[in-house]
């Protein structure tokens, strides 16, 4: 079985003349075909809508036949559609489709299982110079953060990362016998921290990952963390896992102009 896995498209960047959302989607339907994927993991950040984001997927599913499974990223929460749902509806909106559960993990065959969390952020990984207090303003250098302003939880946001990594522990308690593919959005290892000290990301690091699931790699049997949002291509591996990063990232980040290589590029393949 080959399972594709890319994150942080970020399809509605750029609406240049140079890359429409038509590319996202035809580029990476043919990368999906080249592979010969079964399944397909997009570890969130596929657009600034949660609307965008499921059509998105609707129309890659028919251009290619392939499973889809994701995870909202931060971005996906952002609601630029404008329409009347809270953060938390959202939230409700992905669970209702066949794309994410988190609530029960997937099987994928008789020995492996896919577990689906977004997983959020709890500040842990900024430098320790910075009290969770003035972090929580979520304010640097005269830049804010934008989930600040376009994402409502009502709880902050280490206890959104404490609600999430509970019940991601419970799915992953009913699959404890099974070889895990764990897919979050945020980091969940500090490996992929920007490095310190750095001028902006000892503060800004604190959006970027998690310790609230640290003790899972421990007790349960998590072969691959596939996780998106840092925008690096990385994989790092620390004991019987394989953290995977698969970020396509935005065009500025890029290395070349060329959408079919970077896609192609950012893209890791699982075989199980
Ligand atoms: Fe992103």
Redesign the pocket.
Known sequence: MKIGVIS?L?IDRYNSETLKQKDFSLTLANEVSRQALDILLIAG?ISNDHIRSYRFMQALEQMTGVTIYFVP?N?DFWNFSGDAKSTRDIYEYFKATKYFNDEAAIELNDEWVLVMNPAWYDYTYASERFSMERLAKREYYGGTWQDKVKIDWGMTDPEVSSKMAARAGQVLESVKDKKIILMTHVATNKAFRVPMPHRLFDYYNAFIGTSDFDSFYDTYDIRYSVM??I?FRHQVTEGDTDYVCACLGYKREWPTEDIVHEMRHAMQVIEI
Do not use: A
Request: proline share 0%; no cysteine; charged share 25%.
């Open positions: 942080d970020h950040d990223g971005h998106g949002h925008h």
